[in-house]
């Protein structure tokens, strides 16, 4: 394909960089950052000024899209040993709680929901190293041509809790709705099947929606319904199609394959050694896996395969049961739902539509009188035992390191943040924490003034091969009162993209780091580029026209967002107890609880790692 001009593309147009307010001049290197050996001052060279993080949208979310400059910053200054003193200047505020968490995730709110739920009386203080609280579960927000667009920054979808009267009955607890409607699609798009949320199409429910696959340079390049009736219309070999037929045909029950067998090998040892098959079959769900636990089959335990129900565990035509749900800006809502329960008046109404819309109270967040406070862009850089009685905790804010102290602390950040500010760490945690491996995300949320060129194509998802990422969609918005925006090809609408980004290498740490700098090191006119041409490349036969239909573009970079769980971390090896389940051991006064345990992040499983760890300490401590 001719590379087209910059104007073709839309990359003179004002409106995708019209607000780089939010991104400061940062340049990531040991000079710059302070750090004092030559060994930090080579370390990292990359900008993340305002040209790395890009415009932010409208609303709450507008200043914290993915990491931010700030984040990252102070993440590696701590990496490189800035914080390492004990001894260093800090401001101690005299603030004693009976609960410090650290982290406003989902792991982090549920910690402070069940503090609350046991222990009444108590104090705690939640800190939170971003512009807002949510972890991955943020939200962009733009406003084109007067309608209001939501897409999700990472975490995106939920079912619905039906189990009550639980502790973890969230839906009861934080009086969530349990029904939901969705807009129909008008216009053109009438009767178009149109994606819920930005997972399911890929695999699970990939024959319920209109997914097509886009294959570059053939003379048909778009396949609708491939594994329903459109196989023999793609371009891969006989062999290749031959291959997938048998893998969908596959179930391999426990009793053949235990867990703790699968666990031991790759899923693309599975699929070639075990199964037989070419190896394009595990390349076509490298991505796929990778969006949900990081990296590719060659280096993830094939158990996860059978957990995630992949082809080769579950015959794909019993999948089925009821699609993903997902709230217009994803799990964003949910963490607004615990937020509004934790700090009264901080969100103000009592409806859907008053969650998701109405303006967070940021000066409420943190009143002294809360009995739980939540203290934004507040990095935790050093946790230690200060005696046989409490916990502190230093943070850096506002340029200025400070102190509080804790009877108890829950740990509600992930490992790469862990390993390096808990003080009291074991050698057996420390060893654990070795077999935890990180993965980077990009989700790309394009604002599109029309979306007539998928409704010619009869298209609401897609997937493809080489480029930018591998798959992008449109869903169906949750009807939330006079917001909702409209569902006709003519009117605007938000095409999501997640896209892994795994670098080069022959492990799961030496592709995460590679992946990491590549994330890191790319500015976001280069991402905008690479969007924008894919984009043309797929629908311009179609109509599209990246300067006439693209509105905006905001990019949510996750330098962490995956743990990729190796062979071997789910049920450990050679006799070794798995990681998770050393690292769940509390410290003393601390206890660790984070998605990452789970070997899956979901919020779910975030929610329940936090309870279980201020439950222990708890029971021990009250």
């Not at 104007?7 to 710059?32: M, N, Y």
């Not at 080489?466 to 009807?479: D, H, W």
């Not at 490349?537 to 006439?548: S, T």
């Not at 971390?569 to 998605?595: K, Q």
Request: aromatic share 10%.
């Amino acid at each position: 394909m001719p590379r087209k001009t910059d104007t073709e593309l839309g990359l003179d147009r004002a409106i995708t960089r019209r607000d780089f307010i939010h991104g400061s001049s940062l340049v990531l290197g040991g000079a710059a950052a302070g750090f004092g050996t030559a060994a930090a001052q080579n370390e990292y060279a990359f900008d993340v000024g305002s040209g790395w993080y890009g415009p932010g949208g409208v609303g709450d979310y507008a200043a914290s899209h993915g990491n931010t400059p700030e984040l990252v910053r102070v993440a590696h200054e701590i990496r490189a040993g800035r914080f390492d003193d004990p001894l260093r200047d800090a401001i101690d505020s005299g603030e004693f709680y009976d609960l410090v968490v650290v982290g406003g995730g989902f792991s982090g709110l549920s910690a402070a929901h069940h503090f609350r739920r046991l222990h009444p009386a108590g104090r705690a203080l939640i800190l939170d190293n971003h512009p807002i609280f949510g972890g991955e579960a943020k939200r962009n927000e733009f406003d084109v041509d007067g309608v209001r667009l939501t897409g999700p920054q990472g975490s995106n979808d939920f079912r619905v809790q039906r189990k009550t009267g639980d502790p973890d009955d969230y839906f009861t607890a934080l009086d969530m709705p349990r029904e939901y409607a969705f807009a129909e699609p008008t216009g053109t798009a009438a009767g178009m099947r149109i994606p819920l949320d930005n997972y399911d199409y890929m695999h699970w429910q990939h024959d319920t929606f209109d997914v097509a696959h886009f294959f570059r340079g053939a003379a048909t390049p778009w396949v609708k319904d491939v594994w329903r009736n459109g196989l023999d219309a793609t371009p891969w070999s006989p062999l290749v199609r031959d291959a997938f037929r048998r893998l969908r045909s596959i179930d391999t029950p426990e009793e053949e394959w235990s867990n703790e067998t699968l666990d031991g090998m790759t899923l693309k040892a599975f699929y070639t050694d075990v199964l037989g098959l070419p190896p394009e079959t595990s390349n076509y769900y490298d991505p796929i896996m990778a969006s949900i636990a990081g990296l590719g089959c060659d280096v993830l335990s094939a158990y996860w395969g059978r957990y995630f129900e992949f082809p080769g565990f579950v015959r794909p035509d019993t999948l089925g049961g009821e699609p993903l749900t997902s709230f217009p800006g994803g799990n964003a809502a949910i963490a607004r739902y615990f937020v509004r329960k934790l700090v009264p008046g901080s969100i103000a109404g009592n409806t859907l539509a008053d969650v998701l819309q109405q303006p967070l109270d940021r000066a409420a967040l943190d009143r002294e009188s809360n009995a739980v406070r939540l203290r934004l862009e507040a990095t935790a850089v050093r946790v230690e035992h200060a005696g046989s009685d409490r916990v502190s905790v230093a943070y850096w804010r506002n340029e200025r390191l400070h102190r509080v102290h804790a009877k108890i602390v829950v740990m509600g950040s992930g490992g790469w943040v862990n390993r390096r500010v808990l003080r009291d760490l074991p050698q057996s945690h420390v060893e654990a924490y070795a077999s935890f491996r990180h993965a980077p995300v990009l989700v790309a949320n394009v604002a599109l003034r029309n979306w007539r060129f998928l409704a010619k194509l009869g298209v609401s998802a897609a997937l493809w091969s080489g480029g930018f990422g591998f798959t992008c969609n449109i869903r169906r918005p949750m009807i939330v009162g006079d917001g909702t925006p409209p569902l006709d090809p003519d009117k605007p609408i938000v095409m999501t993209f997640y896209a892994p980004v795994p670098g080069p290498g022959p492990d799961a740490a030496t592709q995460g780091a590679t992946g990491r700098a590549l994330l890191l090191s790319t500015s976001f006119a280069d991402y905008e580029r690479q969007i924008r041409e894919q984009m043309s490349e797929m629908f311009g036969a179609a109509g599209f026209d990246a300067a006439r239909d693209i509105a905006g573009i905001i990019l949510n970079r996750w330098g962490h967002a995956y743990l990729a769980p190796e062979p071997g971390f789910r049920f450990g090896t050679n006799g070794r107890a798995a990681p998770p389940d050393v690292i769940r051991e509390p410290l003393g006064r601390i206890a660790i609880g984070h998605s990452e345990l789970r070997g899956h992040q979901y919020w779910s499983g975030a929610a329940g790692e936090g309870r279980r760890a201020v439950e222990l300490l708890l029971d021990r401590y009250f």
